[in-house]
């Protein structure tokens, strides 16, 4: 499985299917993917840190996510059609 897609068939399971499809058919999709690749793991190592910013930067790469994951069921939802 490629790295990229990992977090992502994590979160969506019974996706994982066309999820596959997609990053190889549509680059727009494999650069969220990317995106969101790099979003969870720069979250998971604020969620590690002590530094003072650490919880403000985890809230803000949560949102980050949260939009990510927005635009992938996005793609996933215009591939049904």
Known sequence: MDDRMVHIQKRFPNKCDAIAC?????????????????????????MRSKAPEAETRVNEYRNLIKELEKEIVDFLQL???
């Not at 058919?25 to 190592?45: A, G, K, L, S, W």
């Open 22 to 46: 997609l990053m190889v058919e549509n680059p727009e999709f494999r650069t969220i993917c990317d995106d969101y690749h790099d979003c969870v793991q720069v979250c998971e190592y604020w």
């Open 79 to 81: 591939l049904r059609k």
